[in-house]
């Protein structure tokens, strides 16, 4: 066994990693950038090395930085994680010129299926079927549009060497296809330094299936069943499950058996996903699952697959890297149960989805379920790295259950002043379509509209925000002592709450509250109801988080980088326009016209990097008669 462990990583994932070293007695040293010197791993790990400034280009996508830490610290052998350098070859083969052992598949495995246009031509002749579309080499936008009217709309443009939602764009029409191809080949030549793309047929009913494989040295190839990750936004993974509902034996059969032969067609070692799309309108059917791509790292919803096997995976990635045989065969592997994971982001979806920045003041997931994260109470959530703070995870003896106990989870989350999407996953979960698995990649899309939690709170959470100020709940008495003592009269035990120039008074005595969760100080109460957090002023004076109507300002919303401009100074716009792009935190942010009107400025340049506030235009409103 491997004796001491670089985790070339940070977040849930370093903390992740080293847990299971911890437990296997590996020494483990972590990695870090001026952003993350009091990151949770840091303080997790038996030693840390600084590798450079907060932005990963600086950092933690340097690989001779890595490697040298590595070396000056007796490290014997380097973990990638997932992101970064996980699944860069030459990176991989560095670490190996250097003499140490790289916890991952071969850095020909990994260039096999890096590329997407090449993984497909490769699965085709392995005898894994591969979805219909374009895989050449002539990048002509004329030719890739005459491809894609070929193929017939929707289409989906895919980088090449895309991966993590990155680089995709859906055309549902011929009319909009250079416009999606620029925005595509800007993004994959942003995120991948590659801007070469794949078309592929757009399926209408796609559930995501996958399934974790396993290889080691010694030739073995092993499938842990197959996961739905479908529920997805912007072809990023919310909501994953292992099994994947409606999934009959021989179709399971099916689908896991073409996986290893994928993975064997590579010789591959370690751990890795073959990630599938299948045509669901008719139910999941072995002949209608194609292979989109393999994923050459571990999963982050690998979670679910150990909770559902009963096996450590990182355990496993470092048995193999030792030179040891799989630790299971096929026959010993099974399925228990059921486990979903919800990815918990610092981002606001009441502001679509805007990621939230900033320290996290109060900071408490609760005490069910596997709860997976990088954070603690007064760490601070950082605009340079991806927005994901905790994965979720939830298991149960069966599919309802497992759903029962990630809402339980959900619901006791309480996170300030960092704003996140638990409201948002809640009510996903209890969208009567998931619960019956009614499901496909669109599921979020179709019903944004009532997963978004409501911005403002109802009646019920106002009065539940009181209990908290009054410190009851609905079998206790009011905390008479939050008003103070007044002679001769009894004690003051009403209150009076504040949100944006509203005011309330309350008394214990008002009726029935949400059963809300909470804190309270001199000047204000939050609370958080199901996964929701709303912020009330104490004592009717002033307002709380107003913002005023807007004055055609057009701001960052995040400290990022300004992509495209796509207006001029005095160019009338519309209502809705888009005017400019901001990349942030992995993710590129459309900034549009709040009104009909004219650009009366514009700052914003292209290449520019420009922090939180920053005034990128103004548009003054179209002169009314």
Known sequence: ?????????????????????????????????????????????DEAVHIGPSPARESYLV??????????TGAEAIHPGYGFLSENADFAQAVIDAGLIWVGPKPDSIRAMGLKDAAKKLMSDAGVPVTPGYLGEDQNPKRLKAEADAIGYPVLIKAVAGGGGKGMRKVDASKDFDDALESCKREAASSFGDDRVLIEKYILSPRHIEVQVFGDSHGNVVHLFERDCSLQRRHQKVIEEAPAPG?????????CSAAVRAAKAVSYEGAGTIEFIADASDGLKGDRIWFMEMNTRLQVEHPVTEEITGQDLVEW??????????????????????????RLYAEDPAKGFLPSVGPLDHFDLGDEGRIETGVEEGDTISSFYDPMIAKLVARGDDRAEAIGELATILDEIEVWPVRTNAGFLFNALLQPEFGAADID??????HLDDLVPDAEPDDAIWRGAAAVALAIDEDEEPFVGLSGFRLNAPPNTSVALGRHGEFRLFSPDDGDFAAVSGFRDEERVVAFYEGNAYEFELAARGSVGGQGVSSGAITAPMPGKVTAVEVSQGETVAKGQHLLTLEAMKMEHGLTAPFD????????????QVGEGTVLARVEPKETK
């Open 597 to 608: 009107g004219t650009v009366a400025e514009l700052s914003a340049r292209a290449g520019a």
């Open 247 to 255: 999934m009959d034996e021989a179709t399971r059969e099916a689908v």
């Open 1 to 45: 066994m491997i004796s001491s462990l670089l985790i070339a990583n940070r977040g849930e994932i370093a903390c992740r990693i080293i847990r299971t070293a911890r437990e296997l007695g590996v020494r483990t040293v972590a990695v870090y950038s001026d952003a993350d010197a009091k990151a949770l791993h840091v303080r997790m790990a």
């Open 317 to 342: 990635q470092l048995r193999v890297a030792s030179g040891e045989k799989l630790p299971k065969t096929q026959d010993e592997l099974s399925i228990d149960g059921w486990a979903i994971e919800a």
């Open 441 to 446: 990649t669109g599921f979020i899309e179709r």
């Open 63 to 72: 690989g001779e930085k890595i490697i040298e830490a590595a070396k000056a």
